[in-house]
């Protein structure tokens, strides 16, 4: 085709236009990669901050007597940092939530994204990113002023402040992101095989039960993941629930996670008590990487089965 | 011959929208009948009526009736599932589910009771061997089914309905995500399972249409222009309309 009248257009780099747009690319780039170190600039700072600050006390104390050692008593005459307490609460309490949670949310993320009819769904998905929104506070709150005392009236324990109080709280407080990571997954699996389980004379719930949710299994995981992440660094509300007296953890007793152990301290803390809350910090910090290291499979497993 | 299915004034609306126009057709037993037309004609929605597959569409009426040796399967007392075991269907894309070979193919005895691990073996062997794969497959049952070529998977598929031992067999465009030679094993598989089943076939090629099927039956929006003999349909066609899809003239 002749182009008459249309002087022949530059493509080559090097005129003042193209020289232009190329220098406002850098720039845009160059400042985006800068927003992207900050974040990751943030996370090393913290995880150094930790590591070093967090050794100093163990290597006094001990990595064996810290890490197993049955007795907390920081402010005693003889003081005594064994955190064996505050990390098998943690463990207990979060496996505990996920005991309850986990089958909670998964069936209603079944419902949801299977069963409800629209209007059911609209109304209880805003439901659960409600709970998802409340302040871990108001959890506290309204565990320490219904759930403590009615353990105390029901199991006629003299304190409903209890590793029980804390695992209720936390199972609720987990629900939404089981309930949404769940529904993701589920919705996730291809219409196809739905289709041909009913095809094959399946009823409904059979196919739910024997093809969509093997199928979201992977998701389901690591929706179960999520839960154990925000269940152990839950602080404030298993502060106010669970009565935070050192001990070791007993479903009617009073116990501290180790949240709590940092956060009850760290206010009057001074020297090898300091020091001894930041190597817990660390602790519970290498708890939090490895559930991360374990989403980050499990999502791995699912993009590729 | 027997009609095993037959469909009296058969019409369907996806909400407004009427797809199926009184449609009167009979299913020979132990034939094979193709369904063609171009796309959008009601071909694949008609085949769906026959196992109850347009239940899952919002907002989808029907009227008239669809029997199955003589009973109405849109009778209220109809169990689907129960139908569906009869009337089996394999769809347009390969879609066995994430699992073993062995558990496809297992999956719908299991769903209907059959627990017994030797029982098991032996409609599973059967299976594969009807839908012409069990050489290909034999010696890896519990390896994963999507690590099957797409023309495997198909095949796997038309083996995980006839599992359930059902009478008729319907098939959604079957072919028409494959290549050639799996295109013509699936057609030589169909022609030979006619003895024993009943095939419904929707196609878009004429050419299988021609080739495998005894009656062909022609669909344009939503209304059945021309059912009959395959061969004499497409040596005389009676239908204008019909001589210029099946020449080329559009579709």
Redesign the interface.
Known sequence: MERAGIAPRPFRKGDNMAKKKQLVENLVHGLFLLLGLITVGCVLLITLYLVVSGIPAIREIGLADFLFGRRWASTAAEPAYGILPFILTSIYGTAGAILIGVPLGFLCAVYLAKMAQPGIRNIMESAVSLLAGIPSVVYGLVGMLVLVPGIRRLFHVPDGASLLAAILVLAVMILPSIIKVSITALEAV?R??E?????????PV?TWF??SV??AKSGIAAAVVLGVGRAIGETMAVMMVSGNAPNMPDLFQSVRFLTTAVASEMAYSAGLQQQALFSIALVLFLFIMLINAALKAFLKGSKE? | MNNIMTARDLCLWYGQAQALKNINMDIAENSITALIGPSGCGKSTFLKTLNRMNDLVPGVKITGQVCYREEDIYDKNVDVNQLRREVGMVFQKPNPFPMSIYDNIAYGPRTHGIRKRGELDEIVEQALRDAAIWDEVKDRLKKNALGLSGGQQQRLCIARALAVKPSVLLMDEPTSALDPISTSRIEELAMGLKDRYTIVIVTHNMQQALRISDNTAFFLLGELVEYGDTQTMFDQPADKRTEAYITGRFG
């Open positions: 291809p196809e095989y289709e041909a389980s009913l095809a094959l004379g399946a009823t059979e024997r093809v093997p199928a089965g």
